[in-house]
């Protein structure tokens, strides 16, 4: 068996560091923090406290190698999402792999509980997607649709990711996607065995919480993944996991 040992972030190149399988025409990837008694949220609720520095960079690598970020409707609204951002560093080598465009925000939504007013549709340079059902209620899906979002729908009463990721990828090219989360989100796309990698900050803190929230928050089969990379920095540990075939 290969021993990996930690390499320091400040010694590889961010974007090339996170790059996928260059042999993947497909890939779907988790990012997700967390502390080191398994809480995925801060004292305020929200993720973005956790990591330090190599996690945010190791964030916008994620981002940037990505066609489309997928995240569900409870963590775009608890981390009011805006539209992604390139970044000056990475926007050379970006364009480079030929995504000009930033990657359009994903919500993954049976109720379409989303504020057209919110930063998810104002604040963007790309339309944001709705992934939602067959038979969701006609007046939300009317009104994110009037703020600008393209609505996709694939299942009935409940979102299939299978559907709809091939719809993402076959009908609109966004064949890499980037999954941040919430936890249910998360167990889902584990239970359909749609998860290729997962990539996962252990952070330097103890939360302390008694926040029940943990990387994966649903029932889903056990899946055996390979540790293909570990990088470090501060005492944080960033792990690289992908599927076992």
Do not use: K
Not at 88 to 117: F, H, K, N, W
Not at 155 to 174: I, K, P
Request: hydrophobic share 40%; with cysteine.
């Amino acid at each position: 068996m290969e021993q990996l040992h930690p390499t320091h972030v400040p010694e590889v190149d961010a974007y090339e560091a996170h790059r996928p399988p260059a042999d993947e025409p497909s890939w779907l990837r988790v990012n997700m923090v967390s502390s080191l008694d398994g809480h995925i949220v801060d004292d305020d609720g929200v993720s973005g406290g956790l990591g330090g520095e190599a996690d945010r960079l190791a964030f916008f690598a994620m981002r940037h190698h990505a066609d489309a970020i997928l995240a569900g409707a409870g963590t775009v609204r608890a981390e009011d999402y805006g539209g992604m951002r390139v970044r000056d560093t990475m926007r050379a080598a970006r364009e480079a792999d030929g995504r000009v465009d930033p990657a359009p925000i994903v919500v993954v939504t049976a109720s379409v509980d989303l504020d057209p007013t919110s930063r998810l549709f104002t604040d963007t340079r790309v339309p944001p997607i709705v992934l939602t059902t067959t038979d969701a209620d006609p007046e939300a899906v009317q009104r994110v649709a009037e703020a600008g979002a393209r609505v996709v729908s694939a299942g009935e009463g409940r979102v299939d990711l299978t559907e709809g990721l091939a719809v993402l990828r076959e009908s609109l090219g966004l064949h890499h996607v980037l999954c941040e989360g919430g936890p249910g989100l998360n167990a889902a796309l584990l239970a359909a065995d749609l998860v290729d990698e997962l990539c996962l900050t252990l952070a330097a803190t103890v939360v302390g919480s008694d926040d029940p929230r943990r990387i994966a928050g649903g029932a889903h089969p056990e899946r055996r993944m390979a540790l293909s990379r570990v990088l470090h920095q501060d005492g944080e540990l960033l792990l690289r996991y992908t599927r076992t075939r």
